[in-house]
């Protein structure tokens, strides 16, 4: 029987408390971890929950609907609306110094998660590559349109691609000397998942800029930068998020400036020349 979650009278918790007499040893098992860790479940994905638990995905996804939910992120969104609740009736501190603190905490996280040798690793790919494109959609897809202007100020063009219908078609034209940056907090983007396959499936070599290490999108990758400002859904496209994404950017396009060190000072030279005759 699938109980049905009213978002107005019930809130989660209360629903999987009243009906965990009707769960199976495995779902037990998601109900204790749950409850057990409330406020991290938000920001973690199907796959990571399924290994906290050590069950298999579709037991996750059966628990969902079990609860009324049409899949986990519809749940993850139930979540966060109670949390926020919670939140909203224990605000404690202004929300410039919440908004300060989570941009510090973001980077500070990020930094720790930083892998010298992908990092490495992905500058030599970008550097051997012929051509390069980036795939992102929404907040992602602007930190791919800055990732391209930093790029472009040094001499390095990429191709941006945020229109998930164009990266399909783009990704059946790559071939090995093609290296695709993905670029996706969750890493479970279907559309960029898809295209992702696609390009691989022909050739080309992927860089993925994620949050999660084990997610569908870092299956395909042949290095993985991973950022740390994990969001609820009730967050997305948040700043804070992007500002990890943007960081990891940084560092990247670091790492190909130092490799290309004379060119990229004298195309640097030549934009500065260029704008200075645009400022009055």
């Known amino acids: 029987m699938a109980y049905q979650l009213d978002d107005n009278n019930v809130n989660l918790s209360l629903l999987m408390e009243q009906n965990k007499n009707t769960y199976t040893k495995s779902e037990q098992k998601l109900y204790t971890y749950i409850t057990e ?7 973690q994905s199907l796959t990571e929950l399924a290994i906290a638990c050590q069950v298999g995905e579709a037991t996750v996804l059966r628990f969902c609907r079990k609860l009324g939910c049409k899949g986990y ?28 603190n989570n941009m510090i905490q973001a980077i500070e996280d990020t930094h720790h998660l930083v892998d010298d040798e992908q990092l490495q690793k992905a500058v030599e790919m970008i550097n051997e590559a012929k051509t390069a494109v ?3 959609v929404s ?9 391209q202007n930093r790029l472009m100020r040094i001499g390095v063009n990429f191709e941006v691609i945020t229109d998930s219908h164009n990266q399909v078609i783009r990704s059946n034209s790559v071939n090995k000397d093609t290296v695709i940056i993905a670029i ?3 890493g479970s ?10 390009g691989k499936d022909n050739g080309a070599k992927v860089i993925a800029i994620t949050n999660y290490m084990k997610s569908p999108l870092t299956q395909y990758a042949d290095s993985v930068l991973l950022t740390s400002a994990k969001e609820n859904p009730l967050d997305s496209g948040s700043l804070v998020s ?11 396009c670091t790492g190909i400036t130092m490799a290309n060190y004379e060119k990229a000072k004298q195309t640097k030279e030549q934009i500065a020349h260029t704008i200075a005759n645009k400022l009055y």
């Open 134 to 136: 980036i795939y992102g």
């Open 37 to 43: 860790n409330f406020e991290q479940i938000v920001y």
């Open 184 to 186: 996706s907090l969750t």
């Open 189 to 198: 983007t279907k559309d960029i998942i898809n295209a992702v396959k696609i």
């Open 73 to 100: 992120q519809e749940f993850k969104l139930s979540l966060a609306r109670e949390l926020s609740n919670r939140d909203k009736n224990n605000n404690h501190g202004t929300y410039i110094d919440k908004v300060r």
């Open 139 to 147: 907040s992602s897809g602007i930190a791919g349109l800055d990732m």
């Open 242 to 252: 992007k500002i990890s994404q943007l960081f990891v950017i940084d560092l990247l």
